[in-house]
């Protein structure tokens, strides 16, 4: 996981544009795809075409669920790019790619260059930065701003006395938490700090207090930016629905969603199989990190206390909170590989490093090419099953399993090329293969199925040009997708309250109104016979309904309360 510390400038700068390159691949080949991604780029496109950016809306109604700066970024993406397709990407390549140059810039100042390249190489070889480099989701961006976050507090605590860069930290943290609420969490790296006895950089005057007394004002000043507008708004112009969002977001989608999550609920080791997992290849090494970080530890060596401190801080945060994610750990991973850093060089010399890193390359490969294999030989029906489910044509599937395949004879080649010897080379090449052909080939091929979009394509077919569309019991991905506007009613109205709404406009012209509805939420108003299938998606199955089909001055009878879910990606 080290790029070659030797090789030319040139040849450095070949890896690091592979890098970009890979983690660039596909931008405004696909659509946004659930269960995030809709709803932030509906809320961004929203703002564009209406003019309103204080906060996001879901249809009609107000989106409480998260802030607002994630969607101004791909909002003014799509303002400037005119593209969705580039527009909800852009935000999270350009937070990955920030990232990288914080944890290289930080790693050269604490150690040397050559410590630098191996900790943005750690980086991006693990899983779980790719993947969310590649998604059009806040967490990707919320990473930025924590390292940025940290990076200048560490800079300050470390390194430099220089008030900017304690305010630069604290500002950074107070718009990370007004981007998702756990912004905030680089100011723990002060307990750490505190605990080792407020050690000082080896040049530098002593702090006043006045600039630290400053610091709390740095972080309400990064708040600001959204808290400022929305509650200048509230003062000036006060509105119950506005007022109700800003306590569902700033009360319940935070401190209650925390303390007492009503969904994801995992047990306490749930992020132990995260670790294992999507911090692949890196958590290989922790056999021979944990010691070496003991040692430093002991010797209290500032670095290593604050960065593997700070991370057990956020582990142990996330860990205490019964709901959890995946994703929420991952602001620690930048730390993490920054302290691992120092030791990558020795270690991938280490005979016993080495086979464990091949090992995973090795199987990473068998998997990736006797899978494709096996399904275009028609000896495993593992690939026909998946194109069912999601109704992949035979073209798209031939495709994505051509694109399994080429990843796996990239690991193939890595492998002969670099041999156990040079395994961290054969593993960035690896990576930058597997997310350049995700992004160029694999997620293009499952794209109109899982975005919605080639449903609701058939559905414009189906109704005619001149018919008019409405949703009951929808996603964001079909409001999205839809090939004209359509009418909806509510998307956190119970589905009983939405048909009688559906009805009633229905009714104004029912011989070109339809509706798109989820098979679960079909009223017994509607006369069955009338009803067309509109297809699968999401492994949700839906159908079109006139509006003669449904029968004047019926009821709908409240329906069982559905399951709180996200749809299946």
Not at 15 to 41: C, I, K, M, T
Not at 314 to 329: A, T
Not at 371 to 395: D, F, H, T
Not at 490 to 512: I, L, S, T, Y
Request: glycine fraction near 6%; hydrophobic fraction near 55%; proline fraction near 8%.
């Amino acid at each position: 996981m080290s790029a070659p510390s030797h090789s030319p400038d040139r040849a450095r700068w070949i890896w690091a544009l592979l890098a970009v390159f890979a983690l660039a691949a596909g931008l405004g080949l696909r659509e946004p795809s659930p269960p995030d991604e809709p709803r932030f780029a509906l809320a961004a496109q929203t703002m564009v075409e209406s003019g309103q950016w204080l906060v996001p809306h879901r249809g009609q109604e107000l989106y409480a669920e998260k802030p607002p700066p994630f969607m101004w970024a791909q909002a003014a993406a799509l303002a400037v790019s005119g593209n969705l397709e580039v527009a909800f990407l852009l935000p999270s390549l350009l937070a990955a790619l920030l990232t990288l140059v914080l944890v290289r810039d930080l790693a050269r100042r604490l150690w040397t260059p050559d410590v630098a390249r191996s900790a943005v190489a750690a980086l991006f070889v693990c899983v779980q930065f790719g993947l969310q480099a590649k998604r059009g989701q806040i967490d990707m961006l919320l990473v930025g701003l924590t390292t940025l976050s940290l990076w200048a507090l560490l800079r300050f605590l470390l390194l430099n006395r220089a008030p900017r860069w304690l305010w630069l930290g604290m500002f950074a943290a107070g718009v990370g938490t007004v981007t998702k609420g756990v912004g905030f969490l680089p100011i723990l790296v002060l307990l750490p700090w505190l605990l080792l006895g407020r050690p000082k950089p080896a040049a530098g005057p002593t702090t006043p207090a006045w600039i630290w007394l400053a610091a709390p004002l740095a972080f309400v000043a990064g708040t600001a930016v959204w808290l400022g507008p929305l509650l200048t708004h509230l003062a000036l112009q006060p509105d119950p629905e506005l007022t109700a969002y800003t306590q569902e977001l700033l009360f319940r989608q935070t401190a209650e969603r925390y303390a007492n999550a009503w969904h994801h609920l995992r047990p306490w080791w749930y992020y132990l199989q995260v670790i294992f997992t999507l911090w692949l290849p890196g958590a290989l090494l922790l056999p021979w990190l944990l010691p070496l970080w003991l040692r430093r530890l002991r010797e209290r060596d500032p670095a290593t206390v604050l960065l593997i401190g700070w991370s057990m801080l956020v582990l142990l945060f996330f860990s205490v909170s019964p709901g959890k994610r995946e994703v929420y750990i991952f602001p620690a991973l930048p730390a993490l590989c920054l302290a691992a850093a120092p030791w990558l060089p020795e270690l991938l010399r280490r005979r016993g490093v080495q086979i464990a890193l091949t090992a995973y390359l090795a199987l990473m490969t068998l998997l990736l090419v006797a899978a494709p294999v096996a399904a275009l030989g028609g000896w495993s029906p593992w690939a026909e099953r998946l194109a069912a489910q999601r109704e992949v044509s035979a073209e798209d599937l031939r495709g994505f399993l051509l694109w399994l395949l080429a990843v796996g004879i990239s690991g193939c080649v890595a492998l002969a090329v670099w041999r156990r010897q040079h395994i961290g080379r054969a593993l960035i090449l690896f990576t930058a293969v597997l997310w350049g052909a995700y992004g160029f080939g694999l997620a293009p091929a499952l794209d109109a199925s899982s975005s919605a979009h080639q449903i609701m394509q058939r559905v414009g077919r189906q109704i005619g040009r001149d018919a008019e569309l409405g949703l009951v019991a929808w996603r964001e991905q079909y409001l999205l997708q839809a090939d004209r506007p359509a009418a909806e009613f509510g998307f956190k109205q119970p589905w009983h309250e939405q048909w009688a709404a559906a009805a009633n406009w229905a009714a104004g012209a029912p011989g070109r109104r339809w509706l798109f509805v989820l098979d679960e939420a079909l009223s017994p108003c509607v006369d069955r016979s009338q009803l067309v299938a509109a297809g699968s998606a999401n492994r949700r199955d839906w159908w079109l309904v006139p509006g003669a089909a449904i029968a004047p001055g019926c009821v709908t009878p409240p329906f069982p309360e559905p399951a709180e879910e996200a749809d299946p990606p």
